[in-house]
T-cell receptor
Framework: KNEVEQSPQNLTAQEGEFITINCSYS?????LHWLQQHPGGGIVSLFMLSSGKKKHGRLIATINIQEKHSSLHITASHPRDSAVYICAPITDPQGGSEKLVFGKGTKLTVNP | GAVVSQHPSRVICKSGTSVKIECRSLDFQATTMFWYRQFPKQSLMLMAT?????????EQGVEKDKFLINHASLTLSTLTVTSAHPEDSSFYIC????????????FGDGTRLSIL
């Protein structure tokens, strides 16, 4: 079983729709990144959160540490939101260095 | 702020060539830099973690003699793929972290390496 499970793997939406991407993880974590990877490969960190909820523009990320679950929401989706969204928990090692583990990503396509 | 520049963005070269990839933090000092590899349609995989002035820590299965990492300053880390072979063709991406503990990682744009 993968340490990080994302759903759905692929998502197609119409412009303006509300999008939710889910992430469940099995490792102990100190925090979690949501990353956006564009077709060219470049990666942008959208959020790093360790509890509760964060909002940036049309993006909202939530995390429930007890349930080991995080969600990324996009309100009023737009074609420019089309990208791969990756959930990346930061492991909480015992005496080792923190590092990211990655989900396989959710490929989002928003049609005009 | 927190811009990370990675160069080159694309390399095509012959088998047996050594290739150097640079990762620079442009507007902050990066205590830690990370190197990742991503094969087509797969997740990012951590290759190694480097701290300025000390030897890199490699993940299991990553050959330290093949993937040489140098983190000589707080703004520059380099990854050299020595004697590259077609199976090394991949997307390599770095990230940089300011300080330690619950600091976000800032990613470069990646390098697409193709070995013929």
């Amino acid at each position: 079983k993968n340490e990080v499970e994302q759903s759905p793997q692929n998502l197609t939406a119409q412009e303006g729709e509300f999008i939710t991407i889910n992430c469940s993880y099995s490792v102990g974590i100190s925090a979690l990144h949501w990353l956006q990877q564009h077709p060219g490969g470049g990666i942008v960190s959208l959020f790093m959160l360790s509890s509760g909820k964060k909002k940036h523009g049309r993006l909202i990320a939530t995390i429930n540490i007890q349930e080991k679950h995080s969600s990324l929401h996009i309100t009023a989706s737009h074609p420019r939101d089309s990208a791969v969204y990756i959930c990346a928990p930061i492991t909480d090692p015992q005496g080792g260095s923190e590092k990211l583990v990655f989900g396989k990503g959710t490929k989002l396509t928003v049609n005009p | 702020g927190a811009v990370v520049s990675q160069h080159p963005s694309r390399v095509i070269c012959k088998s047996g060539t050594s290739v150097k990839i640079e990762c620079r933090s442009l507007d902050f000092q990066a205590t830690t830099m990370f190197w990742y590899r991503q094969f087509p349609k797969q997740s990012l995989m951590l290759m190694a973690t480097s701290n300025e002035g000390s030897k890199a820590t490699y993940e299991q299965g990553v050959e330290k003699d093949k993937f040489l990492i140098n983190h000589a300053s707080l703004t520059l880390s380099t990854l050299t793929v020595t004697s590259a072979h077609p199976e090394d063709s991949s997307f390599y991406i770095c990230s940089a972290q300011r300080g330690a503990g619950q600091q976000p990682q800032h990613f470069g744009d990646g390098t697409r390496l193709s070995i013929l």
